[in-house]
């Protein structure tokens, strides 16, 4: 039976070996994920944008989208900077804003004071390891330098928009929408030396509201506060109702891998609910499913290393919708119905957007929960503890690899115990060997009497034979939670650790790491006993190879980890051996 069961394991790790292999080819080929959500194909769009109506002009109750009715495209805030006939268009000659802060430039268009692009002028792009190292030799292929990452932009390629406006007027009016001409009140558009914070302000006048749009950039800081200021300049009360809205196309983020798969799309977080993701293709299809009302959290769109996210004020209570604005273009917000307000009199409220990086610290301090868009699935109770460990190493030696590295020896340090006795019971094996080898033979015709004398073997021989399996079945949890850890971390992102390793957070450009991992794992496997059965002897032997050949793809930091946890294991195993030799002489 134990021989068995070993056999049973040995066959589920070459098969999930094979299976995760075959799956990081078919994604290196363009082709959908096995184990997770396909990217969303490509589509073709207009650079200007799809040509949707502003929100509706119907009494309140009735032009409020929610998440939870089957409302037309047209009641939704649409996208098209472009203005139907019913709303006045801006002026061709309408330049945006341009603000410079020492951490963004960003692009303010007058129509609708919105915040059309947001380039992160610390957040360099990430080179592209298939144009570096050892495959760039063959490609001739060279990466451009001194680009930063542009978020938030309109082009052929992309439309990613930050949207706000009102929306609930009578009939047969609007009030300042998205697409609805606003004027820059002037000002400075640059934060200067010793300047703390920039406000850029933008008015328009609709339907008897006056909006105040204003934004306000920090120093030091992606976080915008925006404030808006409703006045009413009619002669009647109003009750109109402020969405938050981020809009965005299906498509895969430019430049992103594809050796594995990471999320993109909208993402909601409020008490009731917790943090909960929606895909595009549940948006097209209506399946959606998420919390529709709350009087807290926040709305987002994330993907790869990156966040834009809406947290409007805690306490209000507000809607929040997703849908599909035209083909490929989908809108995620929150809609807050704002107080009655009377002829002459004013009310404000203020949010906060969010575009920039997936710092834990920086997106915690901002709102509960924010610091979820850094996603590491079912294990986050595990890689929680280990991302504050590696934080907390990296304020030590202030380099991201010799973190890894350190977070290494104490993660082995802390399993030594079950790994020395695995190396005993690897060891026993070992020795008795040659006898099970004459077992397998003796009782070749009848696997039942063969496997009643490897039992009474092992019993006297006092051997466990699933002893050496422990230690690996209790670190591959610790595995994989580091894997999300060090791919969704945007601190790993352009981080160097030594020589040609200039990004840890993309796989080794010169396959030195996986080709010494792969050496390191051979010389483990002649350590330990080899198995009586061929077909597992052969699978073993295979292993070093199956793993090497996938760590080709993995990123640079994870395999750094299984490097300096074989070497480590590879001594911790040599030790052991070498004091059960001495007790040996002894006796």
Known sequence: MAMDFQRT?????????????????????????????????TAEKKADGPSAPPPSAAPADASVPTATTKAEPAAVPGAAPAAPSAVPAASPAAERVRIETDMVRADIDPNGAVLARLEMLQQDVAPDWTQTGLLALFTGKKQDKDQNVVLLDVNPNRVYLAQTGLIGAPQGASFPNHRTPFTFAGGATRLGAGQDAL????VAEAGGVKLAK?????????????????????????????????????????????????????????????????????????????VTGADNGWISIIQHYFVSAWVPPQGVKREVYTRQIDKNLYAVGSILPLQPIAPGASVSTQATLFVGPQDQNALEAIAPGLDLVVDYGWLTFIA??????????????????????????????????????????????????????????????DKQKMNVAMMELYKNEKINPLGGCLPIVVQIPVFIALYWVLLSSVEMRNAPWILWVKDLATPDPWFILPLLMMATMWIQYKLNPTPPDPVQAKVMMLMPFIFGVMFFF??????????????????????????????????
């Open 9 to 41: 394991i040995l066959w589920v790790i070459f098969a999930m070996s094979l299976l995760f292999l075959w799956d990081r080819w078919q994604i290196h080929q363009g082709r959908p994920s096995m184990l997770g959500a396909a990217p969303t194909p």
């Open 214 to 290: 204003t934004y306000v950039f920090k120093r030091g800081r992606y976080d915008i506060e925006v404030r808006h200021e409703v006045q009413n300049v009619g002669a009647e009360p109003l009750a109109p109702s402020l969405y938050l809205q981020l809009l965005r196309d299906g498509n895969k983020p430019e430049g992103e891998s594809r050796l594995y798969y990471t999320f993109t799309g909208p993402a909601v977080y409020t008490e009731e609910g917790k943090f909960q993701k929606i895909d595009f293709s549940d948006i097209e299809k209506g399946k959606q499913s998420h």
């Open 554 to 587: 993995f990123p640079a930091g994870l395999v750094l980890y299984w490097l300096v946890n074989n070497i480590l294991s590879i001594a911790q195993q040599w030790y052991v051996t070498r004091q059960i030799a001495k007790a040996k002489q002894v006796g």
């Open 199 to 202: 406000e850029v302000k933008f």
């Open 384 to 445: 929680k503890p280990l991302y504050w460990l590696l934080e907390f190493l990296h304020k030590l030696v202030g380099n991201w690899g010799w973190a890894i590295v350190l977070l290494t020896v104490l993660v082995k340090a802390a399993f030594y115990p079950l790994s020395a006795a695995s190396y005993k019971s690897m060891a026993k094996m070992k020795e008795v060997t040659p006898r099970m080898m004459k077992i397998r033979e003796q009782y070749a015709d």
